[in-house]
C-alpha cells in the first residue's frame, strides 16, 4: 500500500473511531525520573518515556512529589506528550491501560491494518475495514 493510500486509510479509521463515540485523551508525561522504593518492596518509578492519562498522571506526580518533598515539584511536573512524531503501534496509560492518543507511523499503519484483517472484531469485519481502507 503506498504512503497517499495508508494516510488516507489512517484518517477513515480515525474518523470512524470518532464517528462511533470514542474520543482519546492526549498522552501526558511526567517530566524527570524518579524511581523511589517504597517500605512494601513496591517502586513507585517513572520517567518520560511513561506515558499516562491525565488522572494516572496527576496520581502518580502527586505521590511522587508527597514522597520527594515540596522541593521536588520543580522537577516532576505534567506535559502532554508530542503524537506528531507517530508510534509503531498503540498507545496505553502506563498504569490504567486506557487507550490514549497517538498517530501511527506508515510501519505501524500496515501492522494494525494487517492486525484488524487477520484478525476480525466483533465491531468490525475485515470486509469492512477494506470497505473503509480501500474505497
Not at 45 to 62: I, P, W
Amino acid at each position: 500500500m503506498t504512503r497517499s493510500k495508508l494516510i488516507a486509510a489512517s484518517d477513515r479509521l480515525d474518523a470512524f473511531a470518532k464517528d462511533s463515540g470514542f474520543d482519546a485523551q492526549p498522552p501526558r508525561y511526567i517530566t524527570g525520573n524518579f524511581n523511589i522504593a517504597l517500605h512494601d518492596g513496591e517502586i513507585l518509578y517513572s520517567d518520560e518515556a511513561h506515558l499516562y492519562c491525565a488522572d494516572c498522571a496527576t496520581s502518580l506526580q502527586r505521590r511522587a512529589i508527597t514522597l520527594l518533598g515540596p522541593q521536588s515539584e520543580d522537577d516532576h511536573f505534567i506535559y502532554c506528550a508530542d503524537t506528531s512524531l507517530g508510534e509503531d503501534g498503540p498507545v496505553y496509560c502506563a498504569t490504567c491501560g486506557v487507550t490514549l492518543d497517538y498517530q501511527l507511523t506508515e510501519h505501524g499503519c500496515t501492522t494494525e491494518l494487517e492486525h484488524y484483517e487477520e484478525n476480525p472484531s466483533a465491531d468490525i469485519s475485515p470486509q469492512e475495514l477494506r470497505d473503509r481502507t480501500h474505497p
